[in-house]
């Protein structure tokens, strides 16, 4: 029947968008950086106007000016992921990607729309546009627009999973069905990681880094400040952020290597993650002893999106159904050509 041998298609392992999602992964880690390096420099305002750069999309003298390379640079870099979306988008629908990587494709464009527009809005509600005496609409914006950036990073990971070979030939490394617990752990950290990101942007856009300048103790020598503020607060929020997604992501390890499934698909990945967890921690604390040095903080913003962006990875891979049946050598041979199984002898 027609609808089994579109069904099959769906299915079929298509190595040019495989590719094609990778290399926006790849792009996306230099746009990511880009963001992290302008806020870390408060470059963010170095135009007034948006979308264009001081009325231009080339605008004078920005190579010569550091602010200015910063800004416009995340600008042309975000452009070219908006491109690369609308690309992965199309290439899923006419090249018969599966239903659901076709709509994570819709999901792809619109978010990267929403992004778009989020930093937008953070430039043109800044205090330097509107005159007022506070700068939270602009603030807002800026905490939102870089959230969304790490749920935008996740959604293009999914994305490229489900267009592996290992997804579509070999339930994504998965002999067996993974105890339902490992997905509840994967959850659970991936969401920590979410909520610590969150904090992470409200500090960096309150500029409240050094809100607390020593660690691992106070300037009083405790572990607890004697007095707050905001800017102490929320410092102190993401350091005690910081111990929760700990414990969350070995919590995860440890029942990945519990589970037979999760341990044999897994296993490398957990100690991977594990590995960007300790980079993390001590990429921290370097932001403290080098006393925001421009480079190590924006590393540590990057490694936290790579922290979650290989969390949501194991966890979604964890979520696939697993196949009884193992694909046929023709079947693997078909998908790696990019044909459709032969339907000859089907009923209905």
């Given at each position: 029947m027609p609808a089994k041998a579109d069904s099959l298609e769906k299915t079929c392992y298509r190595p040019a968008l495989f590719w094609f999602g990778f290399a926006s992964l790849v792009w996306i880690t230099f746009l990511l950086y880009a963001g992290g390096f302008t806020t870390t420099i408060r470059a963010g305002m170095a135009f007034l106007d948006w979308p264009l750069s001081n009325g231009s999309i080339n605008p004078d003298g920005w190579l010569e000016n550091k602010d200015m390379a910063a800004e416009h640079s995340h600008r042309l870099l975000g452009m070219v992921m908006g491109l690369l979306s609308i690309g992965l988008c199309v290439a899923a629908h006419l090249g018969k990607a599966a239903k659901n990587s076709r709509k994570m494709g819709n999901w792809l464009v619109v978010l990267v729309i929403f992004q778009g527009l989020l930093g937008g809005l953070r430039v043109k509600l800044d205090t330097l546009n509107l005159q007022i005496d506070h700068n939270l609409y602009a603030q807002s914006f800026a905490v939102a627009h870089a959230t969304l950036a790490q749920l935008f990073l996740c959604l293009l990971v999914a994305f490229v999973i489900s267009n592996s070979r290992s997804w579509i030939e070999k339930n994504a490394g998965f002999s067996a069905q993974p105890s339902s617990s490992l997905l509840t752990y994967g959850y659970l950290a991936c969401g920590t990681i979410v909520l610590q990101l969150i904090v992470g942007a409200i500090m960096r856009h309150a500029h409240a880094g050094l809100a607390i300048p020593t660690f691992p103790l106070t300037p009083h020598e405790t572990l607890i400040p004697p007095v707050f503020n905001f800017a102490i607060g929320i410092h102190f929020a993401h350091r005690v952020g910081a111990v929760i997604v700990t414990i969350a992501i070995v919590l995860f390890c440890i029942r990945v290597w519990k589970d037979a499934a999760g341990r044999k698909a897994l296993g490398k990945s957990a100690a991977g993650l594990l590995a960007l967890l300790l980079i993390q921690v001590l990429l921290g604390a370097?932001?403290?002893?080098?006393?925001?040095?421009?480079?190590?903080?924006?590393?540590?913003?990057?490694?936290?999106?790579?922290?979650?962006?290989?969390?949501?990875?194991?966890t979604y891979r964890s979520s696939k159904p697993i196949s009884n049946q193992a694909a046929t050598p023709v079947a693997a041979a078909n998908s790696r050509t990019g044909k459709p199984p032969s339907t000859v002898g089907q009923t209905a």
């Open positions: 370097l932001v403290i002893w080098k006393v925001r040095n421009e480079h190590v903080t924006t590393l540590h913003m990057l490694n936290g999106a790579f922290t979650l962006a290989l969390c949501w990875s194991m």
